[in-house]
C-alpha cells in the first residue's frame, strides 16, 4: 500500500490530529491539544519527513483547509510538501468523487458529507482499523469506530448536517467534540 497521512488541525479546547496509513489501513493516529498553525505545521512537517524516510517513498498529506486549518495549509503549501497536498475544501476532487458514489442525500455541508461517506466506507469495509489494535494505540476498536461516527445529523431545509460541535460538546449529546 501506498503511505499516506492525513492532518486535521484545531483550536485551543480540542486536539489537533494526524493519522498515518498504509493503503486503506490506518495504522496509526497522534493528538496533541490545539495549538498555533505554524506549531503544527511544523510537526506534520516532521512526521512526514520520518514516514518518508521510513518508507522509501514519497507521500501525499490530506490536510483540513478550510476555516482554522487554512494557516497549516498555506504553511505546508510553502514547503517541500506543498505539491503534494491534497486540500479537502468544498469542490475538490474528493467532493466531486463524494457525490458520485454517496446515496442520492442532500448535504447542507461538505462536513456534513464526508462524515457521512466515512461511515458508508466503514459499513462497507473500505476502512481497516485492525493494525491499530494494541501495541500502545487502541485496546478497543470497537469504540474507536464509535467514536469516529459519533456524529449526530438534523434536518435543516430538506438537507442533512452535522450537528455543530458545540451541541456536540453538550453533555446530552456526546459531551466532547
Not at 512526514?48 to 486549518?69: C, F, V, Y
Not at 495549509?73 to 468523487?97: I, T, V, W
Request: hydrophobic share 35%; proline share 3%.
Amino acid at each position: 500500500g501506498i503511505p499516506a497521512r492525513g492532518a486535521d488541525y484545531a483550536e485551543a479546547g480540542d486536539f489537533c490530529t494526524l493519522c498515518v496509513g498504509l493503503g486503506n489501513q490506518a495504522r496509526s493516529f497522534h493528538e496533541w491539544p490545539g495549538m498555533d498553525t505554524d506549531e503544527f505545521a511544523a510537526i506534520v512537517e516532521k512526521e512526514a519527513k520520518t514516514l518518508e524516510t521510513k518508507h522509501g517513498q514519497s507521500l501525499r498529506i490530506g490536510i483540513d483547509s478550510i476555516g482554522p486549518g487554512t494557516g497549516v495549509y498555506h504553511r505546508l503549501r510553502k514547503s517541500k510538501f506543498g505539491g503534494r497536498l491534497d486540500p479537502m475544501r468544498y469542490k475538490d476532487l474528493l467532493y466531486e468523487q463524494m457525490l458520485k458514489s454517496s446515496i442520492r442525500i442532500k448535504f447542507n455541508n461538505l462536513r456534513s458529507q464526508m462524515f457521512w461517506k466515512l461511515r458508508e466506507d466503514f459499513e462497507r469495509g473500505r476502512i481497516d482499523l485492525s493494525p491499530l489494535q494494541g501495541d500502545g494505540f487502541y485496546e478497543n476498536l470497537h469504540m474507536l469506530q464509535e467514536e469516529l461516527l459519533a456524529h449526530t445529523y438534523k434536518e435543516h431545509n430538506g438537507t442533512l448536517i452535522i450537528v455543530e460541535k458545540d451541541e456536540l460538546r453538550k453533555p446530552e449529546n456526546l459531551g466532547r467534540s
